[in-house]
């Protein structure tokens, strides 16, 4: 079975540019996280996503930040303009709300690096 | 303002023997939490939960206990294997919620 799964795995760009994330969930999955890691603070959960709808952007750092989830299959998380210090791996995941407790399931992650 | 703590950025534990990870919360409103593991360029991997109802739960090798009135979880494993040498989070979240808040995890390092 597929699991999530993110692009670009690895994005090395320039500070001031538009960066876009990208990731589909598992099929069948109602509720997307994004969550971002770094080594001061681990993975903070940025925003989440219900059956396309955004639940809680609280996490979201600033208005530089944007997510959408136009379907069931795909989501985006944009940062534009990016800086140095958005410098982190960037990791989507995704659950089925219906099943109580059920552990979410991670994609493989986007490094990202802003020179 | 950590809600959920790891204080031990790095574990060394000799092959078979026991690796002890440690966990601790603040917030009394969490009654489910997991670990996760993290092996490098690849996403967090669930291991093991646990409800409040519990105080302990065991897969395997695997086993976590939690203490309520300490705020306090723990990730047992025996025997420890080279294989388990990854970063292992805890995360916590209230039942019926989807915010899970994440520790900044424990590097285990496991010596043949």
């Known amino acids: 079975d597929a699991g999530v799964i993110q692009s670009p795995r690895h994005e090395v760009t320039e500070m001031g540019q538009e960066v876009t994330l990208r990731c589909k969930p598992i099929s069948g999955h109602d509720y997307l996280f994004w969550y971002r890691q770094t080594m001061m603070r681990g993975l903070e959960l940025l925003i989440y996503f219900n059956n396309n709808v955004p639940i809680d952007d609280s996490g979201m750092p600033e208005d530089r930040f944007s997510a959408k989830m136009p379907n069931a299959s795909f989501s985006t998380l944009k940062i534009q303009p990016s800086e140095p210090r958005d410098s982190a791996v960037y990791f989507c995941?995704?659950?089925?709300?219906?099943?109580?407790?059920?552990?979410?399931?991670f994609g493989d992650g986007t490094r990202l690096s802003i020179l | 303002d950590q809600q959920v703590k790891q204080n031990s950025p790095s574990l060394s534990v000799q092959e078979g023997r026991i690796s002890i990870l440690n966990c601790d919360y603040t917030?009394?409103?969490?009654?489910?939490f997991l670990w996760y593991k993290k092996y490098p360029a690849e996403g967090p991997t669930f291991l093991i939960s646990i409800s409040s109802i519990k105080d302990k739960n065991e897969d395997g090798r695997f086993t976590v206990f939690l203490n309520k009135s300490a705020k306090h979880l723990s990730l047992h494993i025996v025997p420890s294997q080279p294989g388990d040498s990854a970063v292992y989070f805890c995360?916590?979240?209230?039942?019926?919620?989807?915010?899970?808040?994440f520790g900044t995890g424990t590097r285990l390092k496991v010596l043949a």
């Open positions: 917030n009394s409103m969490f009654d489910y």
């Open positions: 995941a995704s659950s089925l709300g219906r099943i109580i407790n059920q552990p979410q399931h």
């Open positions: 995360a916590a979240h209230t039942s019926g919620t989807y915010k899970y808040i």
